[in-house]
């Protein structure tokens, strides 16, 4: 571990916990999901304590600035203390209108079960 020295984006978003694989942090890279400063990054460029990390993690934008530079994947208790975390809070679900749910095996509704279901649909 270290404090100071400059560490791979790659290498940084796998030790810190945002990729399973470091692999993974490198094809995020390579695909543009993964900004520095503002910048695309590439999987090899160098992040300092300071730097505002962006990272797309399954279509949503999460946003970390670097406190400490890690190499080697620690626990995740020690991980979160190596960033902070800027990411606004989701948008709050909306309620979905009930849809009539049938019984798990009850099957397809019969002739009579469909034209009440158009009769009560009003069709």
Request: no cysteine.
């Given at each position: 571990m270290s404090d100071e020295?400059?560490?791979r984006v790659d290498a940084w978003l796998w030790a810190v916990r945002q990729f399973k694989t470091r692999?993974?942090?490198t094809a995020a890279c390579r695909s543009g999901h993964v900004r520095v400063n503002g910048d695309s990054a590439k999987a090899a460029q160098?992040?300092?304590p300071g730097d505002v990390v962006r990272v797309?993690?399954?279509g949503f934008d999460r946003t970390l600035?670097?406190?400490r530079t890690i190499v080697k994947r620690?626990?995740?208790a020690l991980a979160a203390d190596a960033y902070q975390d800027l990411t606004p809070p989701p948008p709050p679900r909306t309620e979905q209108a009930f849809a009539?749910?049938?019984d798990r095996g009850a099957?397809?509704?019969t002739k009579r079960e469909r034209r009440d279901l158009d009769r009560l649909r009003g069709r």
């Open positions: 020295s400059p560490v692999s993974a942090a160098s992040v300092r797309r993690i399954d600035v670097v406190r620690v626990s995740a009539p749910v049938r099957g397809r509704p």
